[in-house]
């Protein structure tokens, strides 16, 4: 199959959103959608306007680190501008879009790695960022940008074959990103739009994270703590109980589970 050409009215065709997506706009090359969302912030765009890319030069994730993105993956960022109260849900709205859309398009079952990795069979085929500014008690705007490992070779690049997968990979054949794109952001669009109550958003991640009741590693803030992933609260914080039995609540970091322990 040749590689399928993005555009947006390719996307907005058939998506029946009212918030999400009511703006969408493609560029074929971008160094990352993140800084194209904060142009369209500056320049007063609509609440749900969506900023796709059919590749990245300078892709960025989580933790300082860059996120690859060639053409084949999907790379997009979503513009809002919510109550200051909902933003610890954008997280988990983010990742159980991500996870419902792939497994509605594929039929391939998806797992949540804390705070939120989205993985199948135990490899990341998505991440996601959220940016934001909060000026006295007041979110100016919130970007949430998710890239999903779609039509990408993993044994093509080098170092990432015992920890990533893409749609392509798990079922040998192509999978359509205007489909995937079209049921996430309805899918976002149907859990944003339960806030300002976040409980069953939050008790539906809570059931897909793969690290409650596991041995973990956190890398948090340049430091690493061992103990069980006990739990998450409401804010999307991860609580650890260390083996002196001390609780520590996390906020943001990197789990590595500790299977064979
Ligand atoms: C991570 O797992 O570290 C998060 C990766 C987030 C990547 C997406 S791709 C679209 C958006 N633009 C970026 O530069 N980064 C995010």
């Known amino acids: 199959m040749a590689l399928e050409e993005l555009s947006s009215s390719s996307i907005t065709a058939g998506l029946a959103t009212s918030l999400i997506g009511r703006k969408v706009v493609y560029f074929p090359r971008l160094p990352s959608t993140m800084d194209a969302a904060r142009l369209e912030v500056r320049r007063g765009t609509a609440e749900g306007t969506v900023i796709i890319a059919g590749e990245q030069t300078e892709g960025r994730g989580r933790l300082r680190r860059t996120w690859l993105s060639p053409s084949g993956n999907i790379a997009l960022s979503i513009v809002l501008y919510p109550d200051i109260a909902c933003l610890p849900y954008l997280v988990m709205i983010a990742s159980l879009a991500v996870a419902y859309s792939i497994e509605t398009v594929t039929d ?10 989205v993985l ?43 920890t990533a997968t893409s749609l392509k990979d798990e079922l040998d054949r192509n999978v359509l990103k205007k489909n995937v794109i079209r049921n996430l952001l309805t899918e976002f669009e149907r859990l944003y739009q339960l806030l300002p109550t976040g409980e069953s958003i939050y008790r539906a991640w809570r059931a897909r994270l793969e690290t409650l009741g596991e041995k973990v590693a956190v890398t948090s803030g340049g430091s690493v703590l061992e103990g069980i992933a006990e739990s998450v609260d409401e804010t999307g914080a991860l609580v650890l109980r260390q083996a002196d039995g001390t609780l520590n609540r996390i906020v943001a970091g990197d789990v590595t589970l500790h299977h064979n322990d």
């Open 108 to 117: 391939l079952k998806t797992r949540i790695k804390w705070p939120n990795d």
């Open 120 to 162: 199948i069979g135990g490899k990341k085929v998505c991440g996601i960022l959220i940016e934001n500014k909060v000026r006295a008690n007041r979110v100016d705007y919130a970007v949430v940008g998710i890239g999903i490992n779609v039509d990408l070779k993993i044994a093509d690049v080098a170092g990432i074959a015992a």
